[in-house]
C-alpha cells in the first residue's frame, strides 16, 4: 500500500466502527485513519496529526498523537463541534506574514480589507466535527485555549486542560471532570436549589442532579440559571 507524504487531520467520531480497527498501544481507543471512526463502545474523541511513515491509505497508524486543538466540543449525536479554527483576522494576520516574508511592504490595510469584505465567503473551520446519530462518545481531551465541552447521556471523563473553560452538564451519567488550570466553570440548565453539591476530600467537588451527577476537579465556578458560586 503506498504512503500519503506530509500529514494530514484525521478525525473520529463519522463512520460505523467497520471501517476502523482497534489501537494494541491504547486499549479502548482505534487506530486512526483516513476511514477511521469511534465505534459504539468506550472510546474517545481525538484529534490526530499523523507522519507520512505512520499511515497508510487504508487507515491504519502507528503511533497515536493527541491534537491540542479543540475549541468547542459537543458530544450529543447529530451535533457538529469546532477544531483548530482560525478566525478571518488570524487568516489575515498570516497572509501579512507571508508577504512579509516574501519581502512585499506596504499591503497590510489592503489585507484587512479584503479579508472583511469577503468574511462571509471564508471558511474558518467551524463545525468541522460532526458525531454520527447512534454514535456515542464517551471521552474528551482538549488543549491550552478557551475550550467548550457539552456532555451526553452517558458517563464522560472529560478533560480540558489549561485556558479559560466552559463545560455544560446535565445530560446524564456519572461525568469526571479535570478542568486543569485556569478559570474553569461548569454550567447547568439548573437552579441552585435543584442540584446538590459538596466538598470532598483531594479537591473534589461532587455534584448530583436528579438527573445526572459529576465528580468536579480544578473547577472553579459553577453557573446555575438564576446564580454563579464561585467554588473555594
Known amino acids: 500500500m503506498a504512503r500519503q507524504t506530509g500529514t494530514y487531520p484525521v478525525e473520529l467520531g463519522f463512520l460505523p466502527d467497520a ?11 482505534l487506530r486512526a485513519g483516513e476511514r477511521a471512526s ?56 498570516e497572509q501579512k506574514q507571508t508577504f512579509a516574508s516574501q519581502g512585499k511592504t506596504g499591503f497590510d490595510s489592503w ?12 471558511y474558518t473551520g467551524t463545525h468541522n466535527l460532526g458525531i454520527a446519530y447512534g454514535a456515542i462518545i464517551e471521552n474528551v481531551i482538549t488543549g491550552s485555549a478557551a475550550d467548550t465541552v457539552t456532555d451526553n447521556k452517558v458517563d464522560n471523563n472529560i478533560k480540558t486542560g489549561a485556558g479559560n473553560d466552559l463545560i455544560y452538564l446535565g445530560a446524564g451519567g456519572y461525568d469526571t471532570i479535570d478542568g486543569g488550570t485556569g478559570t474553569d466553570s461548569v454550567s447547568l440548565a439548573l437552579t441552585k436549589s435543584q442540584v446538590t453539591y459538596t466538598s470532598e476530600a483531594g479537591g473534589l467537588i461532587r455534584l448530583v442532579g436528579t438527573t445526572f451527577a459529576a465528580d468536579l476537579y480544578n473547577v472553579e465556578k459553577l453557573v446555575f440559571t438564576d446564580q454563579t458560586v464561585t467554588l473555594a
Not at 19 to 29: E, I, M, N, Q, S
Not at 75 to 81: E, I, N, Q, R
Not at 111 to 120: A, E, F, G, L, M
Open 38 to 93: 469511534a465505534p459504539y463502545g468506550d472510546e474517545s474523541v481525538e484529534f490526530h496529526e499523523c507522519p507520512a511513515t505512520d499511515c497508510d491509505q487504508d487507515g491504519d497508524i502507528g503511533t497515536d498523537l493527541l491534537g491540542a486543538g479543540f475549541d468547542t466540543v459537543d458530544l450529543t449525536p447529530g451535533h457538529y463541534s469546532s477544531i483548530n479554527t482560525r478566525s478571518v483576522s488570524t487568516q489575515a494576520q
Open 111 to 122: 489585507i484587512d480589507s479584503v479579508y472583511t469584505q469577503q468574511s462571509s465567503k471564508l
Open 19 to 29: 471501517f476502523a480497527t482497534p489501537d494494541v498501544d491504547h486499549p479502548g481507543l
